[in-house]
């Protein structure tokens, strides 16, 4: 995809987890033309590792990895960072519903290069909103 489609740069710290390294690379060479700073974990768990120890904007998991799928990577995640946005990537088409429930967005394989940037943006964007927004007093 041209840089002319996004043209401005983006910023935020991305976790992305997929136990396919080629993959991996791919997503954070890609995402970080954009501008985004990226940690990469080749496993669920080391994952989590990562997200226990480093501050980050939006967790990015691929749902088909052994030994932890993305679902439980979510579900880990939820408990771990409640309000942290979760892309699940997946070259299924048979995703539960569970799984999905768990996630803010869903982007298959085949549709990452058109639908990743505008799902980062859109969850980015949501989350400033939220953290805008004034909490109403309890005076």
Known sequence: MPLSVYPE????VLLCIDDNEEVL?????????????VLTA?????????????PFDIVIVDYLM????????????RRLRPRAPIIMLSGAVDVPKKALNLVDA????DRLASQLLPAI???????????????ASMA
């Open 42 to 54: 080749p496993t669920g768990g080391k994952g989590l590792e990562l997200a226990s120890i480093y």
């Open 66 to 77: 052994p030994e932890m799928n993305g679902e439980e990577v979510a579900s880990r995640m």
């Open 9 to 12: 740069r983006k910023t935020g």
């Open 121 to 135: 943006a859109q969850l980015q964007s949501a989350v400033s909103l939220m953290n805008s927004t004034p909490r």
């Open 106 to 109: 869903f982007i298959p394989k």
């Open 25 to 37: 690379e791919c997503e954070k060479s890609f995402l970080e033309s954009f501008g985004y700073t």
